[in-house]
């Protein structure tokens, strides 16, 4: 099983970016996808959860700015992230969840907004 991120970078606030998340070995259309992030010094927390059925739900703090999608062809989840703020800087992870004994989490990557 794997999990890649990419697309992650520095980038000026205002900017934008879109992180990508390429699976492989397990049926990925059948797990919930989610994109996470840890941003220096705080907890891990949920930026968006995208369904099996294509719907992405959304933290407050990105509501309106992010925007969360699958390719069930591809294997891939993206996170398309807009007017950026230093306060999104952090590493961005994936996570596919299916049940508590199918659980995967990607190694990250990092996103840096800073002038």
């Known amino acids: 099983v794997q999990l890649v991120e990419s697309g992650g970078g520095l980038v000026q606030p205002g900017g934008s970016l879109r992180l990508s998340c390429a699976a492989s070995g397990f049926t990925f259309s059948s797990y919930a996808m989610s994109w996470y992030r840890r941003a220096p010094g705080k907890e891990r927390e949920l930026v968006a959860r995208?369904?099996?059925?294509?719907?992405?739900y959304y933290a407050d703090f990105v509501r309106g700015r992010f925007t969360g999608s699958r390719d069930n062809a591809k294997n891939t989840i993206y996170l398309q992230m807009n007017s950026l703020t230093p306060e999104d800087t952090g590493v961005y992870y994936c996570?596919?969840?299916?049940?508590?004994?199918?659980?995967?989490w990607g190694q990250g990557t990092q996103v840096t907004v800073s002038s």
């Open positions: 995208i369904t099996t059925a294509g719907s992405s």
């Open positions: 996570r596919a969840y299916y049940n508590s004994w199918n659980e995967y």
